[in-house]
């Protein structure tokens, strides 16, 4: 009987203890968040917006201004390498979609046609000028689209930077699908390591990637946020219904669409070889395809560069939508129409 309560004993220091280090790491995190938000201060403004905040950060000045859309689970400082240099053409606005940055979760289905309404309404309550050039990354592909088919008369042109096609889970390999599902099995096992500041215990939620210390003070008061994990995962269980609204949208006229694409030759490092090159393939196909969403479209595949182009080419980016907003502004087409081109 002795030892018997001897074990109880030590089982019940163990589970006091993780109970203790689970408490200290959930403090620790919220209150690191706390402080770097406090640091950091509210870039740009925030917008009521049916209820809720929604964050919108301009800078520059001229016409047409640029609306920046981020890819799936980033927020406006994802364009740190981009934006600063666009504004001294125009003026530039990148904006965090609900749960991201410093807008504000909502409840509810956050498919294309929701995202695009919330974005619709945000232009309007900042007094953005319009028409606009509306730019998206990845997920952002199709927001674009739903955006187009309900607010033409918003627009001065679109940008597709590796630009997510609708549905496009049923064209790449079913490997990389089995690949993606289980990534979003693990979402919620990597929000609780995010809860208990394992994350930040590692350094992830402080490190600043190079060419993007300007932005360091908002990366570190926007990283390692539970609840953003909840907007992703939301995102992406919508991405079907996104598709299935979207998949019909366009073609939009001559409303002109530049298309920058990755570089079907870099194959992404963290799925088998031949999984990769296959949807490197079926990618490369859906972005030539995509322009036939206009009759002015142009697509650029940049060179050396993975998906994450305004990281990896962000010379490139800021010289062909610097000459995009030109040629919009001049009221000049293409000079090249319908053309795919490598730099």
């Known amino acids: 009987m002795g030892s018997h309560k001897l074990l109880a004993r030590i089982g019940t220091t163990i589970v ?4 203790l280090a689970g408490g200290s790491g959930v403090a620790y995190n919220a209150l690191s968040l706390r402080h770097y938000r406090q640091m950091a201060g509210v870039p740009g403004k925030l917008y009521d917006i049916g209820g809720y905040s929604m964050h919108l950060y301009c800078t520059g000045e001229g016409s047409p201004t640029i609306v920046l859309s981020s890819g799936l689970g980033d927020d406006f400082t994802g364009w740190a390498k981009v934006q600063p240099a666009l504004v001294r053409q125009t ?3 990148s904006y965090d979609r609900a749960g991201f940055g410093w807008s504000e979760s909502r409840p509810g289905v956050q498919d294309a046609n929701a995202i695009s309404s919330q974005l619709h309404q945000l232009i309007g309550a900042a007094g953005v000028q319009r028409p606009f050039v509306l ?3 990845s997920i952002s592909g199709i927001y674009l689209r739903s955006y187009a088919a309900h607010y033409p008369d918003d627009l001065a042109g679109l940008v597709f930077v590796d630009g997510a096609t609708p549905l496009q889970d049923d064209r790449i390999p079913k490997e990389l699908v089995k690949i993606q599902e289980e990534q979003r ?3 919620p096992w990597q929000k609780l390591l995010m809860i208990l500041g394992w994350y930040r215990l590692q350094g992830v939620c402080t490190s600043i990637p190079p060419g993007f210390e300007a932005y360091s003070a908002w ?3 926007d990283s390692c946020i539970p609840s953003q994990m909840d907007a992703m995962e939301n995102e992406l269980d919508a991405e079907r219904a996104s598709g299935e609204e979207t998949i019909h949208a366009g073609p939009f006229g001559n409303l002109p669409v530049l298309i920058l694409s990755r570089d079907p030759n870099v194959l ?5 070889a031949a999984v990769s090159k296959a949807n490197s393939i079926a990618w490369n196909q859906m972005q030539e395809e995509a322009k036939s969403l206009s009759g002015q ?3 650029i595949i940049a060179k050396g560069s993975d998906h994450y182009l305004q990281n990896d080419r962000p010379d490139l980016v800021i010289r062909e939508i610097g000459s995009f907003v ?3 502004r001049d009221h000049q087409p293409f000079p090249d129409n319908r053309s795919t081109t490598e730099q």
């Not at 992404?268 to 088998?272: E, K, R, S, T, Y």
Request: glycine share 4%; charged share 20%.
């Open 16 to 19: 006091l203890l993780c109970l």
């Open 91 to 93: 003026r530039v606005c």
């Open 135 to 137: 730019v998206g990354h």
């Open 185 to 187: 099995r693990q979402m």
């Open 219 to 221: 990366i570190k008061a």
């Open 268 to 272: 992404a490092p963290n799925w088998p």
């Open 297 to 299: 479209s142009r697509r």
């Open 326 to 328: 030109e040629m919009i």
